[in-house]
């Protein structure tokens, strides 16, 4: 487990809900990956992600999906890609990436708390 933080410093750290609108393969990455563009609606928008997803997800089945993510880490170029928000996943029993996303369909731009 890692060291303990205080609330004031989860506060810092943005967690929002968006929508998955176009997902496409990543052939330049080091490590399969997909890149998406996930909308988080009003002020955000869509922003770009790529994800190391491709065990569990294809790209035509990703279009329509709700994710979280945090979208106020700094971009981080990733090839020739640049990656704006970190779409959240735990690893299966395997390591694999399985995304997270809320039980119920809710307002993009939602945050997490």
């Not at 294809?58 to 979280?68: S, T």
Request: net charge neutral.
């Amino acid at each position: 487990m890692a060291d303990s933080i205080g609330y004031g410093d989860f506060e810092k750290v943005e967690i929002r809900v968006g929508t998955i609108v176009d997902a496409q393969p990543f052939p330049e990455a080091r490590k399969p990956a997909i890149k998406l563009w996930v909308d988080f609606g009003g002020a955000i928008g869509v922003k770009r992600s790529s994800a190391q997803i491709t065990v569990h997800y294809a790209c035509d089945r990703l279009i329509g999906r709700q994710v979280m993510a945090v979208v106020n880490f700094p971009p981080r170029q990733i090839g020739p890609f640049l990656s704006e928000v970190l779409v959240l996943g735990v690893p299966d029993e395997n390591g694999a990436v399985v995304l997270l996303k809320p039980d119920l369909k809710v307002p993009d731009g939602g945050r997490m708390f």
